[in-house]
């Protein structure tokens, strides 16, 4: 069976998985292409793809015992709905832990969101801004993605309509992920608006933002 092609950051993979051995779900995973991208990306989107990879297929069930007990005395606890979800959070903290800091990782999951949501809204989309902590680097373990995402008022779509729109982009990586998206939608010209006259967030988010798509910050800091 396969488990169709996730694209993001320039990247094609198609994950694949075949019987069941002695319990365990025997799994393999294919590079389909890889553009322009330097051997530092692949060293981050490798284990990033085995981490999603997890989060879709199941658990294996052949576990060890006392493994078995640890799992359900978590569960038990009412710290994990179940040991599913416990092994899939442990497998992420692994890979952060072994592969990238947590502020690189949060930071590379604003990214493959900033280049998701233009795909969806090219001609509507102006900005994205990830703000707050993990523009800063001074996150936490509970550490959300904070992105702002300006749009033209030119474009078809509701300032609403976007909004729906970017979550139902956004929550996909969310999920895979294991880390909370929080998007603003908000009109660019508005945003222009609110620098100029000194609101206090919005200077914030020029003065320490990171911009990860289109101009505006470049432009406000020359």
């Known amino acids: 069976m396969s488990i169709p092609s996730y694209m993001c950051h320039r990247f094609v993979f198609t994950f694949r998985y075949g019987a069941v051995v002695d319990g365990e779900v025997v799994v393999r995973f294919e590079i ?18 085995i981490h999603c990879i997890h989060m879709a297929l199941p658990i ?27 092994i899939r959070d442990s497998v992420r903290r692994l890979v952060e832990r072994i592969y990238i800091s947590r502020t690189r990782f949060l930071r590379i999951i604003a990214e493959i969101a900033a280049e998701t949501i233009p795909i969806k ?33 030119k474009g078809h779509e ?26 603003i939608v908000l009109e660019r010209e508005r945003f222009l608006e609110l620098y100029r006259k000194g609101e206090h967030f919005i200077g914030e988010i020029v003065k320490k933002g990171i911009l990860l798509h289109g101009e505006i910050l470049n432009e406000l800091r020359e």
Do not use: M
Not at 32 to 49: L, M, R
Not at 71 to 78: A, T
Not at 158 to 183: C, D, F, K, M
């Open 32 to 49: 389909e292409e890889i553009e322009g991208v330097t051997g530092d990306y692949e060293d981050i989107f490798i284990p990033w793809y």
């Open 158 to 183: 509701s300032i609403s309509q976007v909004e729906v729109g970017v979550h139902e982009v956004t929550y996909p990586i969310s999920l895979a992920s294991g880390t909370a998206i929080t998007p």
């Open 60 to 86: 294996p069930t052949k576990l060890e015992e006392p493994l078995v007990k640890a799992l359900d005395r978590l569960v038990e606890d009412g710290l994990y709905q179940s040991r599913s979800e416990a």
């Open 121 to 153: 809204y090219k001609n509507t989309v102006t900005d994205i801004i990830v703000y707050g902590s993990v523009a800063s680097g001074q996150v936490s373990e509970d550490s959300d993605i904070d992105i702002l995402v300006l749009v033209s008022t």
